[in-house]
């Protein structure tokens, strides 16, 4: 049975957004794309060109003009709860870029637009839906390394000086729920003219799973700068019996076969089908081989884009994922409002304790914390108004968070 095609539109096509245009392009077997939004004109009109469709430079005129089945909302995040607060008054089912919101209160609103609508919410979070990762996964699944001891990620992906992109996959890997967390943060000097700033912040934490597993992560606020760009990432998942570690360069499964250790390299077999940079699908070449197939491998989502082929995956896995919510297909990939809101907590969670210099802070969180005071504080002062209290007045003024994303 052929699926359906939903209507729909993109708001924002900033970095990000271009991104995602490349992959919507790919699937046309599952969406039409009607039109595109962005605050910047100009921008919103040069997408429009290339994809052939609409553009708009108002928020409150896309949504009523264009009757959406779905929206993917690719905003700066400090936006997202607004912008689904426009998507929920027409109806509109949503794909928000991670993370969900900022601070939990934007995530409530969220939540109860949301709910009030009857609208599904999925949300980008990329990480743990790229290829290696869902072949580690499944090499846990399948025993290969024994029961998970430990998660670490250094340099890894993450956001706002933040980390939900790292706490997406520490969750992913342990299985397990976050108990406790204890961060540490240093501000630092830098040399003149060698980064955007005059300082960069370290921020380290240290991770405690309510099934017993342990993680640590490591990252820094000056790493899309030149200084910091390309530095070796990577996340090392350790087992009873082997370990794996993944990253942007050489990623490897190895384990114990025998009393001696085995080291099986990751491979990816090309695609079929003569669509460029198509990757068939990543294996190790244990016995039995342990796999993840490309579902995409015959269709172009713009592989050979700035992130290569695993972001494209990753992002068309989420389009079909909210196309299934969509359609009332049961999906155990969703990624709705609640795992999203995990993630964003735990990242909250180690600001709030390098805020205290190390004092462990546990989960769930309870009142706002005074690091989500200071970052509405910051938000009131850079726009104007409270991103809670003044979210209508925001609204009207197709805000959309004002820098490209």
Known sequence: MAEQRLRLGLLGVGRRGQTHLATIAGLADRYEL?????????????????????????????????????????????????????????????????????????????????????????????????????????????????????????????????????????????GGELDEVRGISREFKLAEGTAASSSELWTQATLSFKNGALGSCTYVSSWLTPLRRGHPAFTSIEGTEGFIVAGRGASALHRIEHGVQVVYPLRIEAGAGGVKDAPARYFYETTPPVEYVNPFAGQDLGYAGPYGPLDAIAIGAELSSIHRAVESKPDTNFYGLERARLDQEMSIAINESARLDGRPVRLPLGEQTEWERRVHEAFEKRFGGDPIKDARKLLAQSFTGGTRY
């Not at 995040?77 to 089912?93: D, I, K, Q, R």
């Open 34 to 174: 009607v039109a595109v939004c962005d605050v910047d004109e100009k921008n919103a009109q040069a997408a429009a060109e290339r994809a052939d469709v609409k553009a708009y430079s108002n928020v409150a005129e896309f949504f009523a003009r264009e009757k959406l089945d779905v929206v993917d909302i690719v905003t700066p995040p400090e936006s997202h709860h607004l912008m689904a607060m426009a998507a929920a008054e027409h109806g509109v089912n949503m794909l928000i870029e991670t993370p969900l919101a900022t601070t939990r209160a934007m995530m409530d609103v969220i939540q109860e637009v949301a709910a009030k609508a009857g609208v599904h919410v999925e949300v980008g979070e990329n990480m743990w839906r790229q290829p290696p990762a869902q072949l580690n996964r499944a090499a846990i699944d399948a025993g290969l390394i024994g029961r998970v001891l430990r998660v670490s990620t250094h340099y890894e992906s993450i956001g706002q000086q933040g980390s939900y992109h790292q706490m997406s996959l520490m969750r992913f890997y342990t």
